[in-house]
């Protein structure tokens, strides 16, 4: 049964790094894509980052871009984000979603099947 669960978030000041990680069990990752994604009090959710594990095809919401990297360990079935130079608008529980996409997306959350229960980010100005 596929399960996905987040951890790594928490309060950090405006600036800083955290490290997001996203347990995947119950599936191979190599036939999966793996996204991030994020929402914010009173805003729709939207895509952070997303990777399609066996071809290591990656891709950023321009927010991400130069700031965050998605990568996975395949070998302990994790899928990571590192999220540098958080700024307060990166304030949001993030979720990890996972689906069988040969490549992957975020702009329509509806492709992913699986998703996890999200861990809170806090970013302080």
């Known amino acids: 049964q596929v399960h996905l669960e987040e951890s790594g978030g928490g309060l950090v000041k405006s600036g800083g790094s955290l490290t997001l990680s996203c347990s995947a069990n119950?599936?191979?990752?190599?036939?999966?894509?793996v996204a991030w994604f994020r929402q914010a009090s009173g805003r729709e959710r939207e895509g952070v980052s997303c990777?399609?594990?066996?071809?290591?095809?990656?891709r950023y919401a321009e927010s991400a871009k130069g700031r965050f990297t998605i990568s996975p360990d395949k070998a302990k079935s994790m899928v990571y984000l590192q999220m540098n130079g958080l700024k307060p608008e990166d304030t949001a529980q993030y979720f990890c979603?996972?689906?069988?996409?040969?490549?992957?997306?975020?702009?329509?959350?509806?492709?992913?099947?699986?998703w996890g229960q999200g861990t809170q980010v806090t970013v302080s100005s």
């Open positions: 979603a996972a689906a069988t996409l040969p490549s992957c997306t975020v702009e329509v959350e509806q492709l992913y099947s699986y």
């Open positions: 119950g599936f191979n990752l190599d036939y999966y894509s």
């Open positions: 990777i399609a594990v066996r071809e290591n095809g990656t």
